[in-house]
């Protein structure tokens, strides 16, 4: 059973389409997370989301509107797409905060190849 | 701002090799500190973790204190394995942030 698992895996699109990403976690969780990482493995948090309201957007561009629909489920829509948002996608899940120690477990990743 | 330093990789190294990767960090507040790793291909894994000072977090023969006067995590192991080879990313969580703060990642390879 995959904890966090996000579609789709793989992604090639052309530049100036919308696509979402969907994540979905089964592990209860009350915060999601998604996460960008770029060509040079550098990971940086993009939103946070806890019991469906939205609590960190990193300086995100609003070409980038994430969904929740449940606590379970965080989707990444991307409007407009440009070169530079080829990347890998992450998204998380915790339980409670990280500063705690509470663990935050990742998706396998959602690879955006804009062409 | 938070931040997390790691030693630039890569780092080759041969089977059963000690392993040091340098972690230092910058917070506001106390932070709780993780390693976690990539395996290629793949998303990120826990490898372990510490919430207050002198604290040791373990799991798979790799290991990390967390060092309050030195704010540093590094993470060791005493003999590498082939199947070691991965990136690995040290990262804190502090002051009610609620996210993590990575460091660059460092990417380690194990020869035979």
């Known amino acids: 059973d995959t904890a966090v698992s996000q579609t789709p895996k793989y992604l090639v699109t052309q530049m100036g389409n919308d696509k979402s990403i969907k994540c979905e976690q089964n592990?209860?969780?009350?915060?999601m997370y998604w996460y960008k990482q770029d060509s040079k493995k550098f990971l940086k948090i993009m939103f946070s989301?806890?019991?469906?309201?939205?609590?960190i957007n990193e300086t995100v561009p609003n070409r980038f509107s994430p969904k929740s629909p449940d606590k379970a489920h965080l989707n990444l829509h991307i409007n407009s797409l440009e070169l530079g948002d080829s990347a890998v996608y992450f998204c998380?899940?915790?339980?409670?905060?990280?500063?705690?120690?509470?663990?935050?477990?990742f998706g396998e990743g959602s690879w955006l190849t804009v062409v | 701002g938070d931040s997390v330093t790691q030693m630039e990789g890569p780092v080759t190294l041969s089977e059963e090799a000690c392993l040091t990767i340098?972690?230092?960090?910058?917070?506001?507040?106390?932070?709780?500190l993780f390693w976690y790793v990539q395996y290629p291909g793949e998303g990120l894994q826990l490898l372990l973790k510490a919430t207050k000072a002198d604290d040791k977090g373990s799991n798979k023969g790799f290991e990390a204190t967390y060092r309050k006067e030195t704010t540093s995590f590094h993470l060791e192991k005493g003999s590498v394995q082939v199947s070691d080879s991965a990136v690995y990313f040290c990262?804190?969580?502090?002051?009610?942030?609620?996210?993590?703060?990575f460091g660059t990642g460092t990417q380690l390879k194990v020869e035979l």
């Open positions: 340098n972690c230092t960090y910058t917070a506001t507040g106390y932070p709780s």
């Open positions: 990262a804190l969580s502090s002051g009610g942030g609620n996210k993590l703060t």
């Open positions: 592990l209860g969780h009350d915060t």
């Open positions: 998380a899940s915790s339980q409670g905060n990280p500063d705690s120690g509470n663990t935050i477990y």
């Open positions: 989301y806890n019991n469906k309201e939205l609590i």
